[in-house]
């Protein structure tokens, strides 16, 4: 019966659900029709749930309803530039035809662009903290009459040091206004974040911290270090459709692009050492097929909304578990089904426990296929016995558990490798 009804008897306008219509949401995904009511209310909302559930419009058509009514400015604050173009997109296709204006401030683009955006009064701002800040210091921005807060990704955000952006953004906006509050995962110091921000918050959890979409299949293989090229190529001869391969670092995905491009595929890369329009061009180029493959750093974990993604690599894995659960949700959006495919040294095994232990699932591992060099397949590495060193460090992986929490509660700050 809920189902047939799709976004009406959630509380929205005719006018917007007219809006909806057109551009071709029939079903709102659980985070929607679980979120919208309560803000669209005027509650404070702590949202969580997978990439690639619809958050976005979760908190753009609440936003887009109270600003019609008369509510004050909203304010979103994203974690990447290539997140805050996304939003934006998404969010125009609401705002136009609501005659709501936008802003979208964001690093790598003359600020000079973003005073002219911010002299036509718009009415929801988009922004990343760091440039979001800046435009506080120039005072060409005010916050004081915010109404609607956003912090979208938020553990994204914690991750990547930008706790004392936050908190003076925080000081700048209305204590009487309305947040809402979106996160993939909730750590603990997530959890205490959410507790200086909202007020009375209502919860809505669609899936426990660390959950992946069970559309998504889920394959790994221990390979050398020296023997990924070669797999990797054999995998891309596998798969026809888009890939994206994830690296550990921006020079290894410069690296990585290179040689798939040698390969003879088209290939572009993502990461921090790109110029925003050459972003742009590697995101748009993948989107429309102009580049088959897409190689980035983490930096593209949460900003990339692509549809029909076939598989999703991890090249190497990444540097924390729940960057793991971001990544492979960039396959098997919107419903869709998806593969993602890890590659994991021998030593990394800690750090592949460390993933199965969030994820509360134990990854499948295929036996190699024969590379060169070999007339066999490569052996498998064998796992240790549960129990053994899971998750200390001495033996597991890159990092220490030690370390992990370090970079979690952001006194960390990996930018620069992205």
């Not at 994206?244 to 290894?252: A, D, E, N, P, V």
């Not at 040689?259 to 329009?277: D, F, I, K, P």
């Amino acid at each position: 019966m809920q189902e047939n009804k799709g976004f009406y008897g959630l509380g929205i306008a005719p006018g917007i659900l007219d809006i909806i219509s057109k551009i071709g949401f029939k079903i709102p995904t659980p985070i929607q029709e679980q979120a919208i009511p309560i803000a669209i209310e005027g509650k404070d909302v702590m949202g969580i749930a997978q990439t690639g559930t619809g958050k976005t419009l979760a908190f753009g058509i609440p936003i887009a309803q109270r600003i019609s009514q008369g509510s004050g400015p909203a304010l979103i604050i994203v974690p990447t530039r290539e997140l805050a173009i996304q939003v934006a997109e998404s969010l125009a296709k609401l705002c136009v035809p609501l005659r709501i204006n936008t802003a979208t401030l964001i690093g790598g683009e003359p600020i000079g662009r973003q005073f002219r955006q911010l002299s036509r009064s718009p009415q929801i701002i988009i922004g990343t903290p760091g440039r979001l800040i800046d435009h506080l210091e120039h005072k060409s921005i005010n916050f004081s009459k915010t109404g609607i807060l956003v912090l979208d990704e938020a553990d994204r955000m914690l991750d990547m040091g930008f706790a004392p952006q936050l908190k003076k953004i925080k000081a700048a906006v209305p204590e009487d206004r309305q947040t809402l509050f979106f996160s993939a995962t909730m750590p603990e110091e997530i959890v205490s974040l959410a507790k200086a921000y909202l007020k009375l918050p209502v919860r809505v959890e669609i899936a426990k911290s660390g959950t992946t979409a069970q559309n998504i299949t889920q394959e790994l293989f221990f390979v050398s270090h020296e023997k990924k090229p070669e797999l990797l190529e054999k995998l891309l001869k596998e798969y026809r459709g888009s890939i994206l391969i994830f690296s550990r670092l921006k020079f290894g995905a410069k690296r990585i692009a290179a040689h798939v491009r040698a390969m003879g595929h088209t290939a572009a890369e993502l990461h921090s050492n790109r110029s925003l329009s050459q972003r742009k061009d590697a995101l748009e180029g993948f989107k429309n097929g102009r580049y088959r493959i897409l190689v980035a750093t983490d930096i593209a974990a949460r900003g990339i909304d692509v549809q029909h993604i076939e598989v999703v690599i991890n090249y190497d894995l990444p540097d924390n578990a729940e960057d793991y659960v971001h990544r492979i949700g960039r396959t098997g959006r919107a419903g869709k089904s998806g593969h993602a495919i890890s590659f994991a040294r021998p030593n990394e095994r800690g750090d592949v426990y460390a993933i199965e232990r969030l994820i509360r699932t134990e990854l499948p591992v295929s036996k190699l296929p024969i590379l060169s060099g070999s007339n066999t397949p490569a052996p498998l590495a064998e796992r240790e016995p549960r129990g053994n060193t899971r998750f200390g460090g001495s033996r597991g992986g890159r990092r220490s558990d030690a370390f992990r929490s370090k970079r979690s509660a952001g006194s960390w700050k990996p930018r620069s490798r992205y």
